[in-house]
T-cell receptor
Framework: DTGVSQDPRHKITKRGQNVTFRCDPISEHNRLYWYRQTLGQGPEFLTYFQNEAQLEKSRLLSDRFSAERPKGSFSTLEIQRTEQGDSAMYLC???????????FGPGTRLTVT | AQSVTQPDIHITVSEGASLELRCNYSYGATPYLFWYVQSPGQGLQLLLKYFSGDTLVQGIKGFEAEFKRSQSSFNLRKPSVHWSDAAEYFCAVEPDNNNDMRFGAGTRLTVKP
């Protein structure tokens, strides 16, 4: 068990570009969560999956954001037409539906210039 | 408005001193309650959680927290702080078990030698 991993760890992009982040959860975890964390704030819930089904999305998740978990394993979060306000740390977490503990990855830090 | 409040943005304590980090929430029913710790460059790690039952909860690394329904509080305590406890601490609640975890803004702990 290597924990939750996220790739890349850092991403710098120019405004208007698309970016995609990947999250690999702990292998037996059927639930996967995405959060966004800005400086000086706690994480904000974006969306979560149970297996491959996206069951809930926050109103924070504008139509420029899309997340997938095609085979119920890894997940991707794509941001289209990035804006400076998208600069943040994007966190992924996973858990089983039996044990109520979310395990967090180290995050992907996005900087939009 | 429903919220999670951590009143202290930054706390400094001497090594060996006791610690209490405050957390208040404003949700109608008793939500699930959590404390996480985040060290620089690390993912969030769960310290402890409360769902029901005994209102004093023991966690990892010598931390404990007490749920007080009358005060809508879930304060984190440690009797003797170690230098390695320096980190950011987040209180989180999950109202109604709806998989939408809400985090406070965090309290940054500095430990003086």
């Amino acid at each position: 068990d290597t924990g939750v991993s996220q790739d890349p760890r850092h991403k710098i992009t120019k405004r208007g570009q698309n970016v995609t982040f990947r999250c690999d959860p702990i292998s037996e975890h059927n639930r996967l969560y995405w959060y966004r964390q800005t400086l000086g704030q706690g994480p904000e819930f974006l969306t979560y999956f149970q297996n491959e089904a996206q069951l809930e999305k926050s109103r924070l998740l504008s139509d420029r954001f899309s997340a997938e978990r095609p085979k119920g394993s890894f997940s991707t979060l794509e941001i289209q037409r990035t804006e400076q306000g998208d600069s943040a740390m994007y966190l992924c977490a996973s858990m089983t539906s039996l044990d109520y503990e979310q395990y967090f990855g180290p995050g992907t830090r996005l900087t939009v210039t | 408005a429903q919220s999670v409040t951590q009143p202290d943005i930054h706390i400094t304590v001497s090594e060996g001193a006791s610690l209490e980090l405050r957390c208040n929430y404003s949700y109608g029913a008793t939500p699930y309650l959590f404390w996480y710790v985040q060290s620089p460059g690390q993912g969030l790690q769960l310290l402890l959680k409360y769902f029901s039952g005994d209102t004093l909860v023991q966690g990892i690394k010598g931390f404990e927290a007490e749920f007080k329904r009358s005060q809508s509080s879930f304060n984190l305590r440690k009797p003797s702080v170690h230098w390695s406890d320096a980190a950011e601490y987040f209180c989180a609640v999950e109202p109604d078990n709806n998989n939408d975890m809400r985090f406070g803004a965090g309290t940054r702990l500095t430990v003086k030698p």
